[in-house]
């Protein structure tokens, strides 16, 4: 196996990294996040609102836009 690794690296070098580079990706997926936040302090991004907020006051019904 190390020896075909090895010619297929030396005769089709694009390839051969391209699917290492391509393999490391779905690794990344499950190391980066949990490294970012263990040990360079990242917190995330504040959560959207999912309502939009009422004042604190009596509404008023529009008038006037009767047919």
């Known amino acids: 196996m190390a020896g075909f690794l090895r010619k297929f690296a030396l ?5 051969f990294w391209s699917c290492v580079i391509g393999s490391i990706g779905p690794v990344m997926v499950w190391t980066v996040p949990s490294i ?4 360079f302090g990242y917190k995330g991004i504040e959560q959207l609102p999912m309502t939009y ?6 509404r008023n019904p529009p008038s006037g836009y009767e047919d």
Do not use: F, G, S, T
């Not at 005769?11 to 390839?15: A, D, G, L």
């Open 11 to 15: 005769e089709r070098p694009v390839i």
């Open 36 to 39: 970012r936040r263990n040990y």
């Open 53 to 58: 907020p009422l004042p604190n006051r009596a």
